[in-house]
């Protein structure tokens, strides 16, 4: 039996399909595994937020969205993009299915303690540069393995100067920098983004745990395995254009030339070109684009949409150029339409669909179909992780994915005139 059900919670996300909600579902596949989910956590005892619910959602945009996430928790789940949650202060990390058996059955985990590396990064972002920047720059700095056997601790001035959905985004992808957990200290901003949330602690019980909160973060001199530092001042919009997140520039530069680089990142880089046909040394801006994507748990947030949205208001997407918007949960969803977000979408001629993964990953109907090259606001670019074997994903912000989509190509976002109207 799970041995603590009220401290356990479930949603679907990778496999829901966004574009209907009518059951039964097409794919017999997803059918059965929805309909064993929803037999499972009822025969457990487990609160379960499918659609009938209002708040289903990608797992990692609803813990806290919920309340349910908080500094100082130890928080598992069976998706290595768990360490989303470390942006509230909380320990948070993936985990296999044998594992997620063991915590359901004893509520215990044995791991190897990690070193912890402080990313500090100092500056004002310029406009156009956003979080999605900064965790893609550190990953193109450290590498993929960079930070295996590391927790991340994210400080600095920028960091501190983020929104609550703006560290959850460079958590979120510490997973690709090789990283177990992403962390932020628990501070101000994390106190008001908790406070009135559903699942949140209220009256004093919320001041007793608020006082705890602010023993969990790091002190002033604690010490680190490593430090790796980033001036974001000088930070541009980045692309990942190859076929790990690593594999990232600045979307004013131009592909690596195989020969100009270290020896041991040349074959990392040959392989890309072979799979992705580009032409080394051209501009990163020549790169057209079939597919956009807004969506999954590193960028579906309502910040996320509203920054996307200023870049199509008034604007409409490229002829050829299939574009979606994939909000992370019903709550995000009902938000944006309160704030008609989703018609300025709409009439831009991009999809509105329903919450979950989508085209972050192929286990549900959005999937890239034969070679197509797709803009997207997700987390990897790994060969066909957007469910073609063939597709080529091009990770960047919201932001740059809506400029993508008006302009049939990778764009810099820096030269295009945001709408002012919303």
């Not at 997803?30 to 209002?54: C, P, V, W, Y």
Request: with cysteine; charged share 25%.
């Amino acid at each position: 039996k799970v041995a603590h059900p009220e401290r356990t919670f479930a949603t679907v996300d990778h496999i829901v399909p966004t574009d209907t909600r009518k059951r039964p579902y097409d794919d017999q596949l997803i059918e059965t595994m929805m309909s064993s989910l929803e037999r499972n956590t009822k025969e457990a005892g487990i609160r379960f937020f499918n659609i009938e619910s209002g708040r289903q959602g990608i797992v990692h945009i609803l813990g806290p969205e919920l309340g349910l996430s908080r500094p100082g928790m130890t928080i598992a789940c069976g998706d290595s993009h768990t360490a989303t949650h470390g942006g509230l202060g909380a320990v948070a990390f993936g985990i296999g299915t044998s594992q997620v058996r063991d915590i359901l059955a004893t509520q215990t985990l044995a791991l190897d303690p990690l070193k912890v590396r402080r990313i500090e990064v100092s500056g004002k972002l310029s406009p156009g540069v956003y979080a999605k920047d900064v965790i893609l720059k550190v990953i193109a700095d450290l590498g993929v393995r960079g930070g295996l056997g590391f927790a991340y601790e994210y400080g600095g001035s920028t960091v501190d100067a983020m929104s609550m959905e703006e560290r959850f985004t460079i958590c979120n992808m510490s997973i690709e920098g090789g990283a177990r957990v992403g962390y932020v200290n628990p501070d101000s901003v994390t106190e008001e983004y908790i406070a009135g949330r559903p699942f949140a602690p209220k009256g004093k019980d919320f001041e007793t745990e608020r006082e705890y909160w602010r023993t969990v973060a790091s002190d002033r001199d604690a010490s680190y395995g490593d430090v790796y530092e980033l001036d974001a001042s000088k930070l541009a919009p980045m692309v990942a254009w190859g076929i790990t997140p690593g594999q990232g520039v600045p979307v004013d530069g131009r592909l690596p030339v195989p020969e100009h680089l270290p020896q041991e990142e040349r074959a990392g880089v040959e392989a890309a070109y072979r799979h992705t046909g580009y032409e080394p040394g051209s501009p990163v801006t020549d790169i057209p684009i079939d597919v956009a994507f807004v969506g999954s748990c590193t960028n579906s947030r309502i910040s996320d949409l509203r920054e996307a949205a200023r870049f199509v208001q008034g604007r409409r997407v490229a002829d050829g150029v299939k574009a979606m918007v994939v909000p992370g949960s019903m709550s995000v969803a009902a938000q944006a339409a309160d704030e008609g977000l989703d018609v300025i979408f709409r009439e831009a001629g991009f999809e509105w669909r329903g919450a979950g993964c989508s085209l972050c990953l192929g286990m549900n109907p959005d999937k890239l179909s034969g070679r197509q090259i797709c803009a997207s606001s997700s987390n990897r670019n790994y060969i066909g992780r957007q469910g073609s074997p063939d597709g080529r994903t091009l990770l960047m912000s919201p932001a740059m994915v809506a400029a993508a989509a008006v302009n049939g190509r990778v764009t810099d976002i820096r030269t295009q005139n945001p709408g002012d109207r919303l």
